[in-house]
């Protein structure tokens, strides 16, 4: 097992994290998150906004910090995710050209605005969604696709990504591109979304019992595969006893449909009047 201690250094802004295994063999400093291709435990390191300068050696890393913070104000923590990386299987570098041999396709979806690119592979372990570069700090593949102007909403899930776009481009001109992107980089073995990564799907976090744990389990049976198809997600929210009122929140390609409303009403909230007769009477959505 992994475990590292800290060790201080001449610079009040460079710490060194003591690692009780062999790291590597090769002294190499990384400037920036682009100098990082092949190593991705230092790429985890990059995502933490702090972190200016990176110095990996055999036994021990030195992180230099932005003076946005004070060393003893994360020092532990960062120590933790280290240890917690390796152990679970991360890698400190990856092997020379070790690439997977998959493929991306792109899906139209119901909302014009949004595309679905569907992988060979599984790459998410939970629906990941961010709405702006801040939202997607937790998810490297997301924060490099909203450098791109056009990108408004990413949306991931077990095996696809859904990219909503902004009106100043066109998918028959950006399409391909994104295609090639995303299959170079998921081929490529780089992190797609970190291990303190925050699933999406709330609906999960909540004990539920009674009518609603009933609309739950009709939701995730009846209604979430078929959306997925789609390059969404539905998550339950909210239930009202007295009105008899369904609440859900719509994500990814859902999100903003000018045919969800559609959807919602002659789709889901029949089918939930149909199999829950006298509990359900109405369902409305929020875009997630």
């Not at 230092?42 to 021990?60: A, D």
């Not at 609603?212 to 009709?218: G, M, R, V």
């Amino acid at each position: 097992m992994f475990q590292f201690t800290i060790a201080a250094t001449n610079n009040p802004t460079r710490i060194r994290f003591v690692s009780n295994q062999p790291l590597g063999e090769d002294e190499i400093e990384f400037a920036n998150v682009d100098d990082t291709g092949g190593f991705p435990l230092i790429q985890q390191l990059f995502y933490l906004p702090f972190v200016k300068h990176v110095r990996l050696t055999e036994n021990w890393i030195e992180v230099e910090r932005f003076d946005i913070l004070e060393w003893s104000d994360v020092q532990d923590e960062v120590a933790t995710q280290l240890a917690d990386y390796l152990n679970q299987g991360g890698k400190v570098k990856m092997q020379v050209n070790q690439k997977e041999a998959i493929t991306v396709y792109a899906e139209s979806t119901p909302n014009p605005a949004a595309m679905k690119f569907v992988c060979s592979k599984r790459i998410v372990g939970e629906i990941y969604e961010a709405k702006n570069i801040e939202e997607a700090k937790n998810s490297p593949l997301a924060t490099e696709l909203f450098h791109k102007a056009y990108i408004k909403e990413v949306f991931m899930d077990e095996n696809f990504v859904s990219i909503t776009k902004y009106d100043i481009a066109e998918w028959d001109d950006i399409v391909q591109e994104l295609r090639e992107y995303l299959r170079d980089y998921i081929s490529s073995n780089k992190v797609i979304v970190t291990e303190v990564a925050t699933p999406k799907d709330m609906s999960q976090q909540t004990v539920h019992e009674g009518t609603a744990k009933e609309i739950i389990q009709i939701i995730d049976q009846h209604i979430k595969p078929a959306v997925a198809s789609d390059g969404g997600n539905i998550v339950f929210d909210s239930y009202d006893e007295e009105s008899k009122a369904v609440q859900v929140i719509l994500q990814g390609a859902c999100s903003g449909c000018p045919s969800s409303t559609f959807t919602l009403k002659n789709g889901i909230e029949q089918l939930l009047r149909d199999m829950l007769p006298g509990k359900v009477e109405a369902v409305t959505a929020i875009n997630g």
